[in-house]
């Protein structure tokens, strides 16, 4: 299988000095389900964000669908970001865009329909995704569970190759987490060769998911 996302020598050093991740080599194939598991702090959303390109990596090189990311133009690296889905732990929802509006932008930047058709796929997105509040509420209104399912029907607008989800089930109770699963598990079943990556901070948090592997992040390593 081919692989979406490959590091290699990865190493992160944040603003204040601190090293992050040390020397990383990992690579994410098409059609796999992962875990990715370690403490607050450790540094998983800091690598999520290093191989779709928010963070520029200290030394080492991030591949994204095979193209060193740091050596291709922004418009490029927009492109391949269109190709990926990606809640984060705190939705990073636009706060002074509806909800509707979040889920509707991907589809005005990287697709040619209609506003009108626009809006009905964004609209079939939250009802896919189990959104109940008003789609006209600004983001700061709602509960942070409710945010992160409406990220996730905007990660899901465009089908994308690879879909992150960074911490997404801390918030939900037992039969909204069961609802959630299902969702997720379809999304990645519906397209063949899709990747799915999931982090947890403990092990005990993904028991009653099946994952193909289970990485984990110690002491500024990912090991398996």
């Not at 922004?74 to 809640?87: A, D, H, N, P, Q």
């Not at 939705?91 to 589809?107: F, Q, T």
């Not at 699963?181 to 009653?208: K, P, Q, V, Y």
Request: charged share 25%; hydrophobic share 45%; glycine share 8%.
């Amino acid at each position: 299988m081919p692989a979406l996302i490959e590091v290699k020598d990865l190493t992160y050093v944040n603003e204040d000095g601190d090293c992050v991740l040390n020397s990383i080599n990992a690579a994410f194939s098409s059609e796999e389900k992962i875990a990715v598991i370690g403490a607050g702090g450790s540094g998983k959303t800091t690598f999520l964000k290093l191989v779709i390109g928010l963070l520029k990596p200290t030394h080492g090189c991030v591949y994204l669908f095979g193209e060193d990311i740091s050596k291709i133009s922004r418009s490029k690296l927009e492109g391949l970001r269109s190709r990926v889905g990606f809640v984060f732990q705190d939705a990073m929802l636009i706060s002074n865009l509806k909800v509707i509006e979040n889920v509707m932008l991907p589809l005005y930047y990287h697709t040619e329909y209609g506003q009108d058709e626009i809006f009905k796929k964004s609209l079939a997105l939250l009802q896919r995704v189990g959104y109940k509040e008003d789609i006209w509420a600004l983001p700061g209104l709602l509960s942070l569970q409710t945010r992160k399912i409406s990220a996730m029907a905007r990660a899901m607008a465009l089908e994308p190759e690879i879909m992150i989800y960074d911490k997404f089930f801390e918030e939900f109770d037992e039969i909204e987490r069961k609802h959630m699963i299902r969702l997720i598990l379809g999304f990645h079943a519906a397209r063949h060769g899709r990747l799915s990556i999931i982090t947890f901070d403990r092990i005990d948090e993904m028991s009653d998911i099946s994952f193909g592997r289970v990485l984990k992040i110690e002491n500024k390593k990912l090991v398996e």
